[in-house]
């Protein structure tokens, strides 16, 4: 069993407002064990929603459509379904009572127009709204090889949706389904290589049909593995994902540095933690986002001590842990060097990290120009480059990463 979910309106399609329902009701019918293979939205269009619901229901055993319930001449979802079904839309007199009860109930007159609420494709359930004045609609959809698909239509109203998903709807599906089967997931994140190359990394892995399947997405230069499995429970879930995780971390080794919802900046400060150590950031291009990055981590306060951003650090090009090997560096180099020593020494951290300035990206130029990270300590100095190329939308905050990146690596060996 599958389920596609369908977002109705004008509002959708523009893109005015966001569809969140979408992913909340992913999310619920994962939890029942309903994978969802579809995600439509539709505008307020009466001709659209009857080919989406169509379509919907040729393909999906379960249809959840959000949107397209009021009382409004572009509420279009009942008479869409009723095209679907082949049936007409029938008065409900116990729904029309309830909707003039809850206009008394707010000492308000009910417009004529609100009528049309009670109006169901014949052969339909309604779904009791207790917040609202749009019932739902229930119903099964005939299927030429005998099969049905049931749809569940509710509003877009989200305080509506979650009250009437939880009263009816998730009922109703956990009865179709008998004992449903648990979908769990596991999120691995990885810095440091490609999307490709990473993949390469992992033999077979990312092949679909493969179980537990294993996902991979990228975001602002962070890499993210995502292994779904089902079961009869979440103990069989996380048993039969327990054998691919461990062959990730075997093939990727120090490309993982978290799970779940944790970035780079996690990591360091679990690891600072661990260590009992702290840092101090100094930023010359990045305006300060490292630092922010590290301050909002939960109960980083005694790792993450503070940072200077740009025109505040003062850059003693001649300083006392300058080794001979620095002496060759370009001055980009030398000036991050030295910012990496002075924020260590100006907070007294264990740590200083440092990300040089941003370059002036040429786009005539053939080699792309160098950003410069620097980590230092009280008897060691690391200093290294990446070529500042990309999409620019991605460039700053993939350097910060990188600046972070050479820190949990070097708190990493410091631990070995």
């Not at 537990?212 to 089902?230: D, F, K, M, W």
């Not at 996690?266 to 101090?280: P, Y």
């Not at 972070?404 to 060996?413: G, I």
């Amino acid at each position: 069993m599958h389920a596609e979910i369908i977002s109705i309106g004008d509002e959708l399609t523009s893109g005015q407002r966001l569809d969140t329902n979408s992913q909340w009701l992913s999310t619920r019918l994962g939890e029942l064990g309903v994978p969802v293979m579809y995600h439509t939205t539709v505008a307020d269009n009466l001709e659209a929603n009857v080919e989406v619901f169509r379509h919907a229901a040729q393909r999906a055993d379960l249809v959840i459509s959000t949107g397209g319930l009021g009382p409004t001449a572009d509420d279009l979802t009942r008479d869409a379904i009723a095209a679907v079904a082949g049936v007409q839309l029938e008065f409900n007199a116990a729904a029309m009572t309830y909707i003039e009860g809850l206009f008394a109930r707010r000492k308000r007159a009910m417009p004529e127009r609100n009528r049309v609420q009670a109006m169901f494709p014949a052969g339909s359930r309604v779904i009791h709204n207790p917040a609202g004045t749009a019932p739902g609609i229930d119903i099964d959809i005939p299927r030429p090889d005998g099969s049905r698909s049931r749809i569940f239509a509710i509003p877009g109203v989200p305080a509506e949706m979650f009250e009437m998903w939880e009263q009816t709807v998730a009922p109703a599906i956990a009865a179709i389904i008998g004992k449903p089967r648990v979908i769990r997931h596991k999120q691995i994140k990885c810095f440091g290589v490609g999307e490709s190359d990473l993949e390469q990394m992992l033999p077979d892995m990312i092949r679909r049909g493969r179980d537990p399947q294993v996902g991979i997405t990228v975001s602002g230069a962070t890499i993210t593995l995502r292994i779904t499995a089902s079961g009869d429970t979440p103990e069989a879930c996380d048993a039969a994902m327990e054998p691919t995780v461990e062959m990730i971390l075997q093939c990727l080794g120090s490309l993982v540095f978290g799970e779940g919802e944790e970035e780079l900046q996690h990591a360091v400060i679990r690891l600072l933690a661990g260590q009992n150590k702290t840092l101090a950031t100094a930023e010359l291009g990045s305006g300060g986002m490292i630092a922010h990055w590290l301050s909002e981590v939960p109960n980083g306060r005694e790792q993450y001590l503070g940072g200077i951003v740009g025109n505040a650090i003062e850059l003693p090009l001649e300083h006392e842990l300058v080794v001979e090997s620095d002496l060759d560096l370009p001055l980009e180099a030398k000036q991050t060097l030295a910012a990496a020593k002075t924020c260590r020494e100006t907070f007294r951290a264990d740590f200083g990290l440092a990300v040089g300035e941003l370059p002036e990206l040429h786009p005539t130029v053939a080699e792309p120009p160098l950003l410069w990270f620097a980590v230092a300590s009280a008897d060691k100095v690391s200093v290294k480059s990446s070529p500042y190329a990309g999409h620019p939308d991605i460039l700053k905050a993939r350097g910060g990463k990188q600046a972070l990146n050479l820190l949990r690596l070097t708190l990493l060996h410091a631990n070995q």
